[in-house]
């Protein structure tokens, strides 16, 4: 009997697509899957709008997508507490890297938050009525920021190769007018002595440590 490839592929769809309703931090995306639109328009989100309109300061990028991705973690683990469901605008730590940072505040909404007064109080409310964008959104977070730190490594790693090598250019520099200075004392002592009626063998006078005999 023919399997219908195509009412198996529609069942499995069907499975995942209630798996991520039910129960959403437990489903993992594939790279070519129906939600392969959405993950590039949050790529597209945090390059253009975060690391391209603010880079100058990389670093408070990354912190602030750190941030980002701990409150959807949260908010994914426990779906159902409310301190993981809202966060106030005026908070310290929230101000420096999701207010104020550019493009930040705005990959929040994408996620689902939205700003709502409490108690007199500004703060972002996730209103997302299931957490499919908020799942894919950190998957995404996740992978950006681990592609970034491997770039960051391997810059280091080049920085620090390039300081050795100055320092190593510096040093035989160093050795070499060292060895040249050393080199006119000595002639300089054999002059004085010479001056004085003694003969002076300037091979036999000790030379600075680290002079190397020519």
Not at 47 to 76: C, H, M, P, W
Not at 120 to 141: H, M, P
Request: some cysteine; proline content about 3%; hydrophobic content about 35%.
């Amino acid at each position: 009997m023919a399997v219908d490839r195509a009412k198996v592929a529609a069942a499995a769809q069907r499975n995942v697509d209630a798996l991520r309703k039910a129960d959403p931090a437990q489903v993992l995306y594939t790279p070519f899957d129906s939600e392969w639109s959405i993950r590039q328009a949050f790529r597209r989100r945090i390059y253009r709008d975060i690391f391209e309109s603010d880079s100058g300061n990389q670093q408070i990028a990354l912190q602030s997508l750190q941030t980002v991705l701990k409150l959807t973690e949260n908010l994914l683990a426990k779906p159902e507490e409310p301190a993981y469901r809202k966060f106030r605008r005026h908070n310290g730590h929230i101000k420096r890297l999701v207010i104020e940072p550019k493009g930040v505040l705005q990959l929040v909404v994408d996620l689902g938050w939205r700003e709502k007064i409490i108690d007199f109080e500004s703060c972002y409310v996730f209103t997302g009525k299931n957490y499919n964008n908020l799942r894919v959104g950190a998957s995404v977070i996740k992978e950006i920021l681990h592609k970034e730190r491997i770039k960051q490594h391997d810059m280091d790693e080049a920085r620090s190769r390039e300081a050795a090598e100055r320092i190593s250019t510096q040093e035989k520099e160093r050795l070499r007018l060292q060895f040249l200075d050393d080199r006119l004392s000595v002639a300089a002592r054999a002059q004085r002595e010479r001056r004085t009626g003694v003969e002076v063998d300037v091979k036999s006078i000790p030379a600075r440590k680290g002079e190397q005999q020519g």
